[in-house]
């Protein structure tokens, strides 16, 4: 219970002092606030004296109680990540004058008490401080106190193989990373096994050092001091200590919650390991602000609508290139299944155009969605021919909010050029498209039967007008389902998949004109209808005539559709072309093609024969949609409910 707040010196007298010396650091004695994964962060950067350093930006007032602290905040609504807090020295104390939350075990350092006041400002109180123990909070954590970026090593308890957590290790300490490491509580019996031999759970150690010693291969860690300490082989008091060994490794049996184990025992039994790379100026960082919205929240590689999340292209300029790429939410934003792809891009003629599809041998590295608030990969990049293409998606379509894409990398030769660039898709370089959005029910019936010529039948034209120089040019066609409630794979007991319709489209070359055509001639490409998120097929088509896109459903769906109850779902039609696209019937595209080239019919958007989109329209389709998904939920609960 905090009764007083006191200055360093009225605590401990005129010995009072920030740091015990100019090259050591101890622990930290834990307090009984639950901010585990911001002690225990400062703990593992302790174990660097420069590092912890680093976050008392200013110490020249401290004299008259005054400290500048610097917190790292990777925030995509912020321009400015640094945030510099400014804090007194009066700290909380009970009632026999003693500091009441965290501390160093020397009682006349007050290091650690002035960085937990700094992080109590930071949050709004000391409360604010207190957050569960998880993986992620141990690596926002190091990031906030040190600016560097923080990853996670897999260890053989997840699956990888002890040599490459040992050639990690030893990378990283040839690079000057700090490290932790970590025991999941919720690990179950590797956890119970872990605590039996005097490891804490959901405590973050800091790895003090590691390497290839005389008795094997060996690590020290450093807990929380006060805290029980590792009680197997080459714990205090082992037999398996010589006097030799005593001294090589700078042994001591103290109560100091510093130990020393052997690899094999620390990957039998920690489950994670955090490696640090401190920031400098040997980095090149590149950080690109971006949203998903409408149609850019494409969802994940199972759907073909992936391609339309934001993309962008990263050339290297070494042989290999080691890049570390990172996917960040805002801080308040609600959890979301999130995951990086990196992929192989288009060659020749396309190099700088977006991506459409996947094919063979086109994934390189694949971030795995994960329910939080950011997700990491690191790979090395050999030359290639074109630039690689990164693409970071929700695995839930349709999910809207802003998110931070940050690459880093070594400037190996440290001449102040970057190895590589990252740069988004130039629209002046990419596909050119057209886009509308249209009521499942809008599609025709089968090509020959009584439906198709009522049905939607698209009229363009590709080239800007009939002298164009490009005899012909590609065209790729996509239609893709949306409005239909997808996995909802984060709440237990809702999962369902989506019932997809069946969809076919026709695309008939120089076969536009008034009239709606009652079936496709002999020379047009036909896809059969597929229950699918989405159909694509692509063909070579004559510049200037006018062809025909016709989208159509399978026998009988609309009447099933329309009698499951869920709401019918929209469908997007898209074509993509290396030469310029226009719908061919009037459409005004001066004004820019809009999210939905469906009129409305009324007098301002049907004027001089035109078809426009008004804005109002628009909103209009999207509510609708909305309310499709909602009525398609209801349903579902329904079901559920009913079915219980």
């Excluded at 080459?234 to 130990?259: C, E, K």
């Excluded at 994934?363 to 693409?391: C, Q």
């Amino acid at each position: 219970c905090v009764t007083s707040w006191r200055r360093p010196v009225e605590i401990a007298g005129p010995e009072a002092r920030l740091w015990k010396n100019d090259w050591e650091i101890e622990g930290i004695v834990s307090g009984p606030l639950s901010n585990g994964w911001l002690m225990g962060s400062a703990n593992v950067l302790a174990g660097d004296r420069d590092v912890i350093a680093k976050v008392f930006v200013s110490t020249e007032h401290a004299e008259r109680g005054l400290y500048a602290l610097r917190f790292w905040q990777d925030d995509p609504n912020s321009e400015d990540d640094w945030k510099v807090v400014i804090i007194d020295d009066r700290l909380p104390c009970t009632s026999d004058g003693q500091l009441a939350y965290s501390r160093s075990p020397d009682r006349a350092v007050f290091w650690a008490a002035i960085l937990e006041k700094g992080l109590a400002k930071l949050h709004g109180n000391y409360a604010g401080t207190e957050a569960p123990q998880t993986q992620e909070a141990a690596l926002l954590g190091l990031e906030l106190l040190s600016g560097g970026k923080a990853r996670e090593q897999l260890m053989p308890l997840r699956g990888a193989q002890p040599e490459e957590v040992w050639a990690a290790l030893q990378e990283a300490s040839r690079t000057a990373h700090v490290m932790g490491a970590r025991v999941d509580a919720a690990a179950g019996e590797v956890a119970t096994a872990a605590a039996a031999l005097g490891l804490n759970a959901d405590r973050t150690y800091c790895v003090v050092t590691c390497g290839e010693m005389p008795c094997g291969r060996m690590l020290r860690l450093r807990g929380f001091v006060g805290d029980s300490e590792w009680k197997g082989k080459w714990s205090d008091g082992d037999s398996s200590w010589t006097s030799r060994l005593r001294q090589l490794l700078n042994y001591r049996d103290a109560s100091d919650g510093t130990f020393w184990i052997e690899f094999g025992d620390f990957c039998a039994h920690f489950t994670d390991l955090y490696l640090v790379r401190m920031a400098d100026d040997r980095w090149t960082r590149f950080s690109m602000r971006a949203r998903w919205a409408d149609d850019s929240a494409g969802g994940p590689p199972s759907l073909l609508s992936w391609r339309t999340n934001p993309q962008w292209l990263l050339t290297t300029r070494k042989p290999e290139t080691r890049v570390l790429i990172e996917l960040t939410l805002p801080r308040g934003a609600p959890a979301a299944p999130i995951g990086i792809l990196v992929l192989r891009g288009n060659l020749g003629r396309d190099k700088l155009r977006r991506k459409l599809w996947l094919g063979d041998g086109d994934l390189l590295e694949h971030a795995e969605p994960r329910v939080g608030r950011r997700n990491s990969i690191e790979l090395l990049l050999p030359a290639a021919d074109a630039p690689y293409v990164i693409v970071p998606y929700c695995m839930n379509p349709g999910f809207e909010s802003p998110f931070l894409l940050t690459v880093l990398s070594d400037d190996r030769e440290d001449d102040g050029k970057p190895d590589f660039g990252l740069e988004p898709l130039r629209p002046a370089n990419d596909w050119h498209v057209l886009r509308m959005v249209t009521p499942c029910d809008r599609a025709g019936s089968p090509p020959g039967s009584d439906g198709f010529r009522s049905g939607l039948q698209l009229n363009f034209s590709i080239g800007e007008d009939t002298s164009s120089s490009a005899s012909k040019g590609r065209v790729f066609a996509f239609i893709d389902t949306i409005g239909l409630q997808n996995d909802m794979r984060t709440q237990a007991g809702m999962q369902e998949a989506p019932q997809y319709p069946a969809i076919g489209m026709g695309l008939a070359p120089s076969a536009g004109g008034p009239t709606p055509l009652t079936d496709l001639p002999a020379n047009s490409h036909v896809l059969s209808p597929v229950a699918r998120n989405g159909i694509t097929f692509g063909a070579e088509l004559e510049a200037g005539p006018t062809h025909v896109l016709a989208p159509f459903l399978g026998e009988g769906q609309l009447a099933a559709m329309s009698a499951s109850g869920g709401g019918l779902p929209h469908l997007v039609v898209t074509l993509y072309s290396e030469l310029p696209i226009r719908l061919a019937d009037g459409f005004d595209d001066s004004e820019g093609a809009p999210d939905c080239l469906d009129p409305c019919g009324c007098e301002i958007c049907s004027a001089g024969g035109k078809k426009r989109a008004s804005p109002y329209f628009h909103v209009l389709s999207k509510m609708e949609r909305l309310e499709a998904i909602m009525d398609h939920r209801i349903a579902f609960l329904d079901r559920a409910l009913g079915a219980r």
